[in-house]
T-cell receptor, first 110, second 113 residues
Framework: KNEVEQSPQNLTAQEGEFITINCSYS?????LHWLQQHPGGGIVSLFM???GKKKHGRLIATINIQEKHSSLHITASHPRDSAVYIC????????????FGTGTSLTVIP | ETGVTQSPTHLIKTRGQQVTLRCSSQ?????VSWYQQALGQGPQFIFQ???????GRGNFPPRFSGLQFPNYSSELNVNALELDDSALYLC????????????FGSGTRLTVV
């Protein structure tokens, strides 16, 4: 059993649609990260969450510690949002133990 | 210095050889983490360096080793390269707790033939 599971694995959306990517986990964590990886490999750190909700532009990330679940939402999706989104668990406050989700591949069609 | 720079961007090595990959650290960050991403898979945590010491390690053999320098830049060394070591190697700098987020480099794509 994987410690962290993402769904869906693949997602195709029309431009403008509201998108939700889910991350469920089974271990205690110190924090949860959402990363965005573009074709070619470049990774951008989107959010680091330990509770509640964070918003940055059209991106919203939420976490429910009791339910061990996090969601990443994209409002008014755009083709440039096409990327792989990865959920990462940080197990310790010093950030030296990580579990990576397998990623959700998002394609936004114009 | 802003951002994280990795070098080289691409590298081809022969099985059995040794390789050194380099990673700068963003200004204000003192911790560097290294990840291996095989084709079609998610990144796997290799290890983390803080204050020039290894501060955590994933499930990688000892032939994967590293260094961190006083300016917080870091090197990843892989000895006795195997074909399965072919991957994208990513590094990220942060503070120890990652409170200000992680800044990733663009990666080094290593091909072992």
């Amino acid at each position: 059993k994987n410690e962290v599971e993402q769904s869906p694995q693949n997602l195709t959306a029309q431009e403008g649609e509201f998108i939700t990517i889910n991350c469920s986990y089974s271990v205690g964590i110190s924090a949860l990260h959402w990363l965005q990886q573009h074709p070619g490999g470049g990774i951008v750190s989107l959010f680091m969450l330990s509770s509640g909700k964070k918003k940055h532009g059209r991106l919203i990330a939420t976490i429910n510690i009791q339910e061990k679940h996090s969601s990443l939402h994209i409002t008014a999706s755009h083709p440039r949002d096409s990327a792989v989104y990865i959920c990462v668990l940080s197990l310790t406050p010093t950030g030296n133990q990580f579990y990576f989700g397998t990623g959700t591949s998002l394609t936004v069609i114009p | 210095e802003t951002g994280v720079t990795q070098s080289p961007t691409h590298l081809i090595k022969t099985r059995g050889q040794q390789v050194t990959l380099r990673c700068s650290s963003q200004s204000g960050h003192n911790t560097v983490s290294w990840y291996q991403q095989a084709l079609g898979q998610g990144p796997q945590f290799i290890f983390q360096y803080y204050r020039e010491e290894e501060n955590g390690r994933g499930n990688f053999p000892p032939r994967f080793s590293g260094l961190q320098f006083p300016n917080y830049s870091s090197e990843l060394n892989v000895n006795a390269l195997e074909l399965d070591d072919s991957a994208l190697y990513l590094c990220a700098s942060s503070t120890l707790t990652g409170g200000n987020g992680y800044t990733f480099g663009s990666g080094t794509r290593l091909t072992v033939v």
